[in-house]
């Protein structure tokens, strides 16, 4: 077979960069698709391809997997990660009703038109997608409508782009939940115990998850939840 090839967006920190990594060490192919310039070191270090640009836009987005193809020869993966990624917008009377728009512009229209325009390269090798959700899909704290709509959205999105393109692309979301990629030493002894499996999540269980659903052939429309459990805790104040 021939080396895989894989997309990924948001690759230049963080959880991005740890797939895109992950996926490099697995032998892909890796493109890293991300508006900071320090996603060419990453791709540099892989080997792979660099396209610094916005999710958002449809003319990048394009060019992102046109150039993709052209290097490598095809694409097997799609892992739409990049997001604006703090939730909290403050009070909703003063939010600003172009802040709402570009959340969801990056966290929803990017990978919508990451998956516009790569389905037909995935369908000619039997490919898939990953999109990064949140377990805010599903809960939340105050102040976070654009990030948890965002989220919420994708989770659907995910679903209909399932049956849409299946059999020939396979489509899943991961929703993380508490994922730490900074110093540890930020994070207290109760940050790790308050979760079922005792501690906060890193990247790298993030990336263990992309990579089991990109090799998964019986997995479409589902949304795998990374969370250390937390979402299963039902708390009550005594
Ligand atoms: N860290 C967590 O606790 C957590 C929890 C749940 C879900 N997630 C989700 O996981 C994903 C990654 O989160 P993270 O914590 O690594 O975020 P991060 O903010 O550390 O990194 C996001 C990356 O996306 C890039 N990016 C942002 N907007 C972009 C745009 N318009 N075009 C291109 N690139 C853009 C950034 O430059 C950055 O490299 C996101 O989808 C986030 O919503 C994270």
Redesign the pocket.
């Known amino acids: 077979m021939s080396q895989r090839v894989a997309l990924v967006?948001?690759?230049?920190?963080?959880?991005?960069?740890a797939v895109a990594e992950r996926l490099g060490a697995d032998g892909w192919e890796v493109t890293v698709?991300?508006?900071?310039p320090?996603?060419a070191e990453v791709a540099e270090r892989l080997g792979g391809h660099f396209v610094q640009?916005?999710?958002?836009d449809p003319a990048t987005v394009e060019r992102a997997v046109r150039e993709t193809v052209e290097r490598f020869g095809g694409l097997d993966g799609l892992v739409?990660?990049?997001?604006?990624?703090?939730p909290s917008m403050g009070p909703l009377p003063e939010v600003a009703f172009d802040d709402w728009r570009r959340q969801l512009a990056?966290?929803l229209d990017?990978p919508f038109l990451c998956a516009k325009y790569a389905c037909t390269a995935l369908a000619e090798r039997r490919g898939s997608i990953v999109n990064?959700?949140?377990?805010?899909a599903f809960m939340s704290e105050a102040n976070t409508f654009a990030?948890s709509a965002s989220?919420g959205a994708l989770t659907a999105l995910t679903h209909s782009l399932a049956i849409s393109l299946g059999p020939e692309v396979r489509v899943n979301a991961i929703?993380?939940?508490?994922?730490?990629?900074g110093d540890p030493a930020e994070l207290s002894d109760a940050d790790h115990a308050q979760h079922p499996v005792g501690r906060v999540?890193v990247?790298e269980d993030?990336a263990g998850a992309v990579a089991y659903l990109l090799d998964a052939p019986f997995v479409t429309g589902a949304t795998l939840v990374v969370d250390g459990g937390m979402t299963r805790k039902m708390i009550y104040e005594e």
């Open positions: 967006t948001g690759g230049a920190r963080n959880i991005g960069r698709f991300d508006q900071e320090a996603g640009g916005d999710v958002a739409c990660n990049a997001a604006l990624a703090d990056v966290n990017g990064l959700t949140s377990t805010r990030y989220k929703a993380p939940g508490w994922i730490h990629g999540g990247p993030i």
